[in-house]
T-cell receptor, first 114, second 116 residues
């Protein structure tokens, strides 16, 4: 079956530090990969996505590259801000499944201190 | 705002009671999904609709759960005879299935259920 594993948090960083949140996946087919972010008290928001190998998704200074050879989709940001404090979820959608339902990792809480 | 909306945002009920949640998707979206998220975990798929047809249900969706999407617009999720283990955030998402590229799912704010 499909599964997503991401590093456990919380990850605590100082403002302007470099961020990496690791995500690896197992999929029976050829998945699309996503990062969603959940700010305190809010719903899940799509942060970025990549649909094929070597694609790079990017948004709001965050980037992630679809690495098929290592089955990974690590999230990076060069300089985090306090406003980036949230829970980040890596997810996949298996295109072999007609429903395109998402399989999520357990989430990684990021705390950025001023 | 034309995003996904859910009602109510919070529901507290006693064990054994029935509860119903509503989701209004983005208006032109033909797919609607329900997920469940327990504290500290990622969301888990429950079921999805394409238009009014319920096409897949997870094994997580016990007989006490039922979902509908009449007329292919809003959807309801009902839980009968609630148990304490049903306490969770229930998330709704919608997408436009237009063929070709992977459709992106847009999530609502969720309904937090607490069963006492």
């Amino acid at each position: 079956g499909n599964s997503v594993t991401q590093m456990e948090g919380p990850v605590t960083l100082s403002e302007e530090a470099f961020l990496t949140i690791n995500c690896t996946y197992t999929a029976t087919g050829y998945p699309s990969l996503f990062w969603y972010v959940q700010y305190p008290g809010e719903g899940l928001q799509l942060l970025l996505k990549a649909t094929k190998a070597d694609d790079k998704g990017s948004n709001k200074g965050f980037e992630a590259t679809y690495r098929k050879e290592t089955t990974s989709f690590h999230l990076e940001k060069g300089s985090v801000q306090v406003s980036d404090s949230a829970v980040y979820f890596c997810a996949l959608s298996d295109r072999n499944n007609a429903g395109n339902m998402l399989t999520f990792g357990g989430g990684t809480r990021l705390m950025v201190k001023p | 705002d034309t995003g996904v909306s859910q009602d109510p945002r919070h529901k507290i009920t006693k064990r054994g009671q029935n509860v119903t949640f509503r989701c209004d998707p983005i208006s032109e979206h033909n797919r609607l999904y329900w997920y469940r998220q327990t504290l500290g975990q990622g969301p888990e798929f429950l079921t999805y609709f394409q238009n009014e047809a319920q096409l897949e249900k997870s094994r997580l969706l016990s007989d006490r759960f039922s979902a509908e999407r009449p007329k292919g617009s809003f959807s309801t999720l009902e839980i009968q005879r609630t148990e304490q283990g049903d306490s969770a955030m229930y998330l709704c998402a919608s997408s436009l299935r237009a063929g070709g590229d992977t459709d992106t799912q847009y999530f609502g704010p969720g309904t937090r259920l607490t069963v006492l």
